[in-house]
Each structure stands twice: as structure tokens, then as C-alpha cells.
């Protein structure tokens, strides 16, 4: 359930992350000259898209599929190596959403054993 949660969180934060690059270049203290990747249009529509994969993501958690735990491991895991592209834009963000994403992988891999039993009855 916290994994689900803060999969969902994530994913909403990344999508208004990613609205506020695509309408707003100023609103990032850096220049995209600045930026590891992309330019901040690019970057807003690869983060928006994203967003909205974390939070599938997290409805999978949240309703139980077997795969949907792989599928957050995944999505969550590549969430955190994303973030380090923008720690020039946003460096505290960027670190708080790699620390709560470490926790999730967390949540999700701790006692595997025990939550695939409750899976397979």
C-alpha cells in the first residue's frame, strides 16, 4: 500500500513537473544549456509521459496484479536514474525523489517471498 501511494504521488509530481517545462522554461533556475539531456519541451513531455506510467504503476499495486509489482520495481528503478538528469534544474527535488523512490524499491522487495504466497493463495 505505501509503495502504491508513493508511486501515485510520484507520478502526479512528475506529470506537473513535466506541465510546468513544457509551458514555462523560466520557472527552472538553470538554462537548458545547463540540463544533462534534452531541452525543457523534451524533457517536459518525456516527464509528463511518465508521471502517467508511475501512476498506472501504482493502480496496479493498488488492485493487486500479480505483474504490477514487477512492472513498479521497473518504473520505479528507472525513475530514480531519470531524476539524475534533472538535479541541475532542481537538485533537492531530484534528490528527494531518488530517496523516496530507494524506498519503494524497498517496500517492494522487502518479504518477496511472503507477498508472492499471498498472491498464489
Not at 517545462?21 to 524533457?43: C, G, K, M, R
Not at 508521471?51 to 504503476?57: F, S, T, Y
Not at 524497498?106 to 518477496?112: I, N, P, T
Request: glycine fraction near 8%; avoid cysteine.
Amino acid at each position: 500500500m505505501f509503495a502504491a501511494i508513493m508511486m501515485g504521488l510520484m507520478g502526479a509530481y512528475n506529470a506537473l513537473q513535466g506541465l510546468a517545462a513544457i509551458f514555462s522554461d523560466d520557472y527552472y533556475a538553470v538554462t537548458e544549456e545547463d540540463l544533462l539531456i534534452f531541452d525543457f519541451t523534451t524533457w517536459g513531455v518525456f516527464t509528463l509521459v511518465w508521471g502517467v506510467v508511475l501512476v498506472l504503476a501504482a493502480i496496479a499495486l493498488l488492485w493487486g496484479k500479480p505483474w504490477g509489482r514487477w512492472f513498479a520495481l521497473i518504473v520505479v528503478s528507472l525513475n530514480a536514474v531519470a531524476q539524475s538528469a534533472f538535479l541541475a534544474a532542481f537538485p533537492l527535488w531530484s534528490l528527494l525523489v531518488i530517496g523516496i523512490s530507494i524506498l519503494v524499491i524497498f517496500a517492494l522487495s522487502a518479504k518477496w517471498s511472503e507477498a508472492q504466497a499471498d498472491l498464489t493463495g
